[in-house]
């Protein structure tokens, strides 16, 4: 059964770049059956995606953040990443990495880090 | 403003049926499928329901999903204590090309 376990630093300060990083066990990036995503929940608040990468590198963001976002692979490490630029308080939330089957929500998410944007 | 919509709580006593609602477009719920979550205080979303109506092993059958068109719902029967939580669903959204959600629906045992 796949895990993912997401790290980085807990605060942040406004304007900066958030960079989290998302570990994979017990199931590999490089696989072709999934998408690798990043959700992300405010502080009493819904879910919103962020994007995903294909293990081929192919990347879709949320147009509402994709001026500011990158994400990327590394197979080496089983391990994908994102870069959330120029941050403000409306940034911070709760980060989810997840994984998708192509055109389905996800079916596994790790157990979230909080990301506060303050000075 | 969420894609979907859900209604923001639901309440029922111990041992009814509840019912959570969730609607979304022709892009979205019409024409792919509905997931479902159950998120508990300080925990990561759990998939509840995946594919419209199937359970991932381990997940009691008291819990069943269902869609139409473009509207999908989740039942709850023999309300529990331990049901107290909030409920999202969610499915891919073609506009997008990614998975939009509802905002969450708080269910409370009275």
């Known amino acids: 059964q796949v895990q993912l376990q997401e790290s980085g630093p807990g605060l942040v300060k406004p304007s900066d770049t958030l960079s989290l990083t998302c570990n994979v066990s017990g199931g590999s990036v490089s696989s072709g059956n999934y998408y690798w995503s990043w959700i992300r929940q405010p502080p009493g608040k819904g879910l919103e995606w962020i994007g995903y990468?294909?293990?081929?590198?192919?990347?879709h963001y949320n147009p509402s953040l994709k001026s500011r976002v990158t994400i990327s692979l590394d197979t080496s490490k089983n391990q994908f990443s994102l870069k959330l630029s120029s941050v403000t308080a409306s940034d911070t939330a709760v980060y989810y990495c997840a994984r998708e089957h192509p055109t389905w929500p996800p079916d596994s998410w790790g157990q979230g880090t909080l990301a506060t944007v303050s000075s | 403003q969420s894609v979907l919509t859900q209604p923001p709580s639901a309440s029922g006593t111990p041992g009814q049926r509840v019912t959570i609602s969730c609607s979304g477009s022709s892009s979205s719920i019409g024409s792919n499928y509905v997931f479902w979550y159950q998120q508990l205080p300080g925990t990561a979303p759990k998939l509840l329901i995946h594919r419209n109506n199937q359970r991932p092993s381990g997940v009691p059958d008291r819990f069943s999903g269902s869609k139409s068109g473009t509207f999908a719902s989740l039942a709850i029967s023999g309300l529990r204590s331990e049901d107290e939580a909030e409920y999202y669903c969610?499915?891919?959204?073609?506009?997008?090309?990614?998975?939009?959600f509802g905002g969450g629906t708080k269910l409370t045992v009275l």
């Open positions: 990468i294909y293990h081929s590198g192919i990347t």
């Open positions: 969610a499915a891919w959204d073609d506009s997008l090309s990614g998975p939009v």
